[in-house]
């Protein structure tokens, strides 16, 4: 099966013009959409490190905590790899607003039975289906704001948009103390279950808000029926194989570390499948020399986005902070993302109409990054805490962090061809997802073994620093997509 062409049904860039817009409108509802699925995807890492330290629920009598709760975060980025491609794919066939409002609403069922159900088994399902759900998000979003977005704010559209993400992370990093320490008189040991309980209702009225603010985009070939359909079958398959992972591989006694690493063959497993399976409808977005590079650089991008994402409090805490403290003090990185993303999108938008490659400022951005997170892990490994100093370190490397993310959207919609966004988004976050899988299970581990964060933190410098060289390799593109 091939996607429809873009060109044929999906709404055309509108001209910039004076005031507000009907782009911007999209930006709103997609900008929302963005701070309520992190919401959701974000509280887990805040409500594991209290139950680590309150010894309570599943996590009590764990003997490596951090390693396995660990393996929980990247149990939800198992499912929400897998149907990154799924989603772009339907999205492109059965109108990408369908698939955006499953996303959703999906998100928000399964956020709120996270609360209601009880045991470790469930637990994991219900973030795992979580997962399978938000991942056809990102691609649907990337390919509505590139098809509906004057050429030349693209990047600056990308980049507003999802700092909707930082947002929803603050939120998530500072209302889940909170919301638990304010639900704990109440519920005792299960006040874990409040975070989901009231983040889920947000999430749902955000969905119906997006009904009626997204009917710009619709197509007239809209199938959401078929597009449920889809990807009910994809993620009930992903489903399956990845609680048979996670059971099997608990009852043979392997590690946290391993379970990811089969988990992260899953993906590479994927991408092989839609190479030979699929190669008529994804060659111009996987076989691309430039593009497969674009996607290879964004491993290290969410490695280092979970690594923070879901351990930031506990590193923070273990250099002494009380857990609200160091939620207060570690979403000064997550915060920053409301300058950078459209920082990061502004200045690749400069460069391009300068006549530059937007390539050119992702390599500096990722390179300065890399940097940033060194000086972090010395801090660390120094025991340096002066909260003001590690607050303003945090601050500025989300700055350049977030910013290159948009960068590299931006990129990618460049290099893609109109009509295979959807996918090419989708690859995008399929493969770069192995380092939001891995990163919250191998950083724990590391976090078990060494008895500190430093090295974890040495780790993602590294990494990143890959990263730049790889953009550095990308061709520039000689015409605009």
Avoid: C
């Amino acid at each position: 099966m091939h996607p429809t062409p873009a060109s044929a049904t999906s709404p055309t860039a509108a001209p910039s013009g004076t005031g507000w817009q009907s782009y911007h409108t999209i930006w709103t509802a997609l900008f929302l959409g963005w701070v309520v699925s992190y919401i959701d995807r974000s509280i887990t890492g805040p409500v594991i490190s209290w139950m680590i330290a309150h010894k309570v629920s599943f996590m009590g009598d764990v003997a490596s905590p951090h390693a396995f709760g660990g393996l929980i975060g990247s149990l939800f980025f198992a499912g929400y790899m897998l149907t990154q491609f799924p989603g772009g794919y339907f999205g492109d066939k059965y109108g990408h607003r369908v698939v955006v409002l499953i996303s959703i609403f999906w998100a928000a069922l399964t956020t709120l039975l996270t609360g209601l159900v009880g045991g470790l088994v469930w637990f994991v399902g219900l973030r795992v289906l979580t997962g399978l759900g938000e991942g056809a998000f990102y691609s649907n979003d990337r390919t509505i704001i590139a098809q509906t977005t004057p050429p030349e704010k693209i990047g600056l559209g990308l980049g507003l948009v999802i700092s909707g993400l930082t947002l929803g992370l603050t939120i998530a990093l500072l209302a889940t103390p909170a919301v638990t320490a304010w639900a704990q008189p109440w519920l005792g040991l299960e006040a874990w279950r409040a975070p989901f309980l009231l983040m889920s209702a947000p999430t749902a009225l955000v969905g119906l808000y997006m009904i009626r603010a997204l009917r710009v985009v619709k197509r007239p070939n809209e199938n959401a029926g078929t597009a449920l359909r889809g990807l009910t079958g994809y993620s009930t398959v992903f489903f399956v194989l990845i609680m048979a992972v996670y059971l099997g591989a608990t009852k043979l006694g392997f590690s946290p570390g391993a379970t990811g690493l089969i988990l992260a063959a899953f993906a590479v497993a994927f991408v092989l499948y839609l190479n030979f399976a699929k190669r008529d409808a994804v060659g111009p977005v996987l076989r691309d020399r430039s593009l497969l590079l674009v996607y290879l650089s964004a491993v290290p991008i969410l490695w280092h986005l979970w690594l923070y994402s879901f351990w930031a409090v506990d590193i923070v805490k273990d250099s002494g902070s009380t857990f609200m403290a160091a939620a207060l003090t570690a979403s000064f990185n997550a915060i920053a993302g409301l300058i950078g993303f459209p920082l990061g999108g502004w200045l690749s938008d400069r460069a391009a109409r300068a006549g530059h490659s937007r390539k050119n400022v992702l390599v500096w951005l990722t390179a300065v990054e890399a940097v940033s997170i060194l000086a972090f892990a010395a801090l660390v490994i120094f025991g340096i805490r002066h909260p003001v100093i590690v607050s303003a370190l945090l601050f500025v490397s989300g700055l350049f962090f977030f910013a290159q993310q948009s960068v590299s959207h931006a990129l990618t919609a460049e290099l893609a061809p109109a009509s295979h966004r959807g996918m090419a988004f989708g690859l995008w976050n399929l493969i770069a997802e192995i380092g939001a899988l891995l990163s919250p299970v191998i950083s724990g581990t590391l976090r078990d073994h060494t008895g500190g964060w430093g090295a974890a933190l040495l780790l993602d410098g590294a990494l990143m620093a890959a990263s730049s060289l790889l953009v550095l390799a990308i061709r520039r593109p000689t015409t605009a997509a």
